[in-house]
Nanobody, 123 residues
Framework: QVPLAESGGGPVQADGSLRLSCAAS????????MGWFRQAPGKGREGVAL???????IYADSVRGRFTISRDKAKNTLYLQMNSLKPEDTAMYYC?????????????????WGQGTQVTVSS
């Protein structure tokens, strides 16, 4: 099991930036496929970005070119740099991990989840 704790969310104006962090405790996050997901009110959970076990980066079409997923192995922390934010990016953002070599942005493929951090983008 790998407890995950997200931080860094908050209110931001459109075209602004935020960096989300996901601190993993216990096992090294390098042993897991790591992902970011989001869920807006009344909508299903949507995959945003994935860092595979082999280091491949995968993004949803809606965020490609604006968001960047990365990891600091020394700090055992996953990041999501979000630039050029839009009101439609408003959602609760979740960090997720799974020991399998996933390459799909599907929530069912991830076993461990954080509690989420809220991002609200105003126009």
């Amino acid at each position: 099991q790998v407890p995950l704790a997200e931080s860094g969310g908050g209110p931001v104006q459109a075209d602004g930036s935020l960096r989300l962090s996901c601190a993993a405790s216990g096992s090294s996050s390098s042993s897991y496929t790591m992902g970011w997901f989001r869920q807006a009110p009344g909508k299903g959970r949507e995959g945003v970005a994935l860092l595979s076990l082999g280091g491949r980066l995968i993004y949803a079409d809606s965020v490609r070119g604006r968001f960047t997923i990365s990891r600091d192995k020394a700090k055992n922390t996953l990041y999501l740099q979000m630039n050029s934010l839009k009101p439609e990016d408003t959602a609760m953002y979740y960090c997720a991990a799974d020991p399998a070599p996933n390459r799909r942005l599907l929530s069912d493929d991830f076993r461990y989840w954080g509690q989420g951090t809220q991002v609200t983008v105003s126009s």
